[in-house]
């Protein structure tokens, strides 16, 4: 069996772009956000998944016009096309949007937060007197390591009621990262 060129071109872009999810964009987007602000965005980016395939649909029918070869068939692949990247492509679109998210700086916020430890019951937390409550080993991981990274004691050294400060920076999508 002999592939064309475009076949093979179609198959080195679908193999890229997994490549580019798997080992970039995945590792990254856990690096730069906390899941629960991953979850909310992606909950809300339906628009979104919409508007980059359009985009792209609208190309694949300019190119389509130009080399006059739009008809039926044509504008039937293409409408496929467009539906199978909104909807099977989704956590690609999301994700591709959250590494521009954390290009496009918008604002800087800090948050106080209060330390909240007990240690005879292995209990660890940050609490941001308002309604953050940040529990979870991965998010005070990310901000340990940022801690380290910036030579200030460890959040895991810090003791019950001290105050903490995390410095967020929020992208055009105003979803909040760390950096």
Do not use: C
């Amino acid at each position: 069996m002999k592939l064309s060129k475009s076949t093979l071109v179609q198959y080195l872009i679908i193999g890229a772009l997994i490549i580019l999810q798997f080992f970039f964009l995945d590792p990254y987007i856990k690096e730069k956000y906390f899941y629960s602000d991953v979850d909310a965005f992606k909950n809300e980016s339906w628009l979104y998944s919409f508007i980059l395939p359009s985009i792209f649909a609208v190309i694949i029918i300019v190119i389509g016009f130009k080399r006059k070869i739009l008809n039926r068939t044509f504008l039937f692949g293409t409408s496929i096309l467009f539906l199978f990247i909104a909807f099977f492509s989704k956590r690609f679109t999301d994700d591709i949007l959250l590494y521009f998210n954390s290009k496009i700086k918008v604002e800087e916020i800090n948050k106080d937060y209060v330390v909240l430890r007990n240690d005879e019951n292995k209990v660890f937390h940050i609490y941001d007197k308002k309604s953050e409550f940040i529990s979870f080993d991965d998010q005070l991981n990310k901000i340990d390591s940022l801690r380290i990274k910036s030579n200030l004691k460890s959040l895991y050294k810090l003791e019950n009621n001290d105050t903490l400060q995390v410095h967020y920076k929020i992208g055009f999508l105003k979803v909040k990262y760390l950096e």
